[in-house]
């Protein structure tokens, strides 16, 4: 339990941010209800909590909604456009800021535009720290070990299935704007947009997944959190065909409870592999709801940040800022965990 430290959540009234206050809650700290919609963070239930609304093109209101808290973590998307405002808003008073962000050009830009602003105050920014790009990241550092470069860096998503929010709809058609209808992969050491089909592969899951029909190339934000502090030239993310599917289909309804805890019955599996030379390393993550699950990365996050357990200044990657080992080990009650440094099988992808 915490000491009632105040963290402001923005987007407190979003599918994720709800996650995020309740785990606030739960591990004792008191969250202050922020966003840009004042009727939807009046309707949470959530008495005696202090409601701040704010605009994100309103810099005062940012700043009354950050007074007096301790850190403030970010659930509002599109990040493109919530992002920039609300860490000047932490940067003018002091405190922590952690975000949630899938975006890939958010998260970039979040390290392009802050790091050097941030790191001079001696600020921690913490972009991503979330199922995507968080949790990827932590499981790579992990399985790196003792290395301090690999060639490669293999991240594949078996999920169930995939019901989106509202939110990650909307994120990926600014995404998709950004990009001008193109796509995008880490390789070389570099983001690189292109326009070729992505390809369909077979990735062999630890047990009882198995081998999965995989979209090679369906590039998630950890191709910006795991090259931000590792030299890994190559970055690789795939996810599972029936996810993929899910997420393209308009038809697909958002998520739906299925447990007390408004998780719903959506399952993951998270696979990394690290290539060095010819040798290899896995890290293993598997539990339910990837969005309920982002809450608890972001909550450890900040109290880790609070406490002082970092080991960063400025913009970082959870990789880069926390001890990815210990980390994931205090999320033992939302995560199963598995590290491997001489795998079995050599499970990367290959052509059905």
């Known amino acids: 339990m915490e000491s009632g430290q105040t ?9 994720t941010g709800r996650f995020v206050v309740a785990e606030l809650l739960e ?72 975000d949630v962000a899938a975006e890939i050009e958010a998260n970039a830009d979040t390290f392009a535009h802050f790091e050097d602003r941030a790191r001079a105050a001696g600020a921690v920014v ?32 078996g999920l169930s299935g995939w019901h989106p929010t509202e939110g990650t709809r ?43 029909d995989v979209i090679g190339e369906f590039t998630m934000a950890d191709v910006v959190t795991i090259p931000s502090h590792l030299p890994i030239p190559e970055v690789r993310t795939y996810m599972t065909v029936e996810a993929a599917g899910d997420l393209a289909s308009p038809d697909t309804p958002a998520p739906f409870a299925a447990d007390e805890r408004g998780r719903s019955g959506q399952t993951f599996l998270v ?13 293993v993550a598997s539990g339910q709801d990837i969005y309920a699950v982002t809450a608890p990365l972001a909550v450890e996050a900040v109290r880790r940040i609070l406490t002082g357990r970092t080991r960063a200044v400025g913009v970082a990657s959870a990789g880069a800022i926390f001890d990815a080992p210990d980390f994931l080990r205090a999320l033992s009650a939302h995560l ?14 290959t052509a059905p």
């Open 126 to 157: 913490v972009p991503a720290m979330a199922f995507y790009g968080g949790l990827g990241d932590l499981l790579a550092s992990a399985a790196m070990g003792d290395w301090t470069a690999a060639d490669e860096a293999h991240v594949a998503y």
């Open 27 to 98: 591990r004792g700290f008191v969250p202050i209800l922020s966003g840009r919609d004042e009727v939807k963070l009046k309707a949470l239930d959530h008495p005696g909590l202090e409601v701040r609304p704010a605009a994100v093109d309103d810099p005062a209101a940012l700043d009354r909604a950050l007074a007096g808290a301790a850190a403030v973590i970010n659930c509002a998307g599109p990040f493109a456009t919530t992002a920039a405002p609300v860490i000047e808003a932490a940067l003018r008073a002091g405190i922590p800021y952690v």
């Open 7 to 15: 963290v402001a959540v923005y987007g407190a009234y979003g599918h």
């Open 170 to 212: 909307l994120a990926g058609q600014v995404s998709g704007r950004r990009r001008d209808g193109r796509r995008v992969r880490f390789t070389q050491g570099r983001l690189e947009y292109h326009s070729d089909d992505l390809p369909t592969l077979r990735w062999t899951f630890p047990d009882p997944a198995g081998p999965r």
């Open 271 to 283: 696979d990394v592999v690290v290539r060095s030379g010819e040798e290899r390393r896995r890290a």
């Open 336 to 349: 199963t965990v598995t590290l491997e440094t001489h795998p079995p099988a050599t499970p990367e992808p």
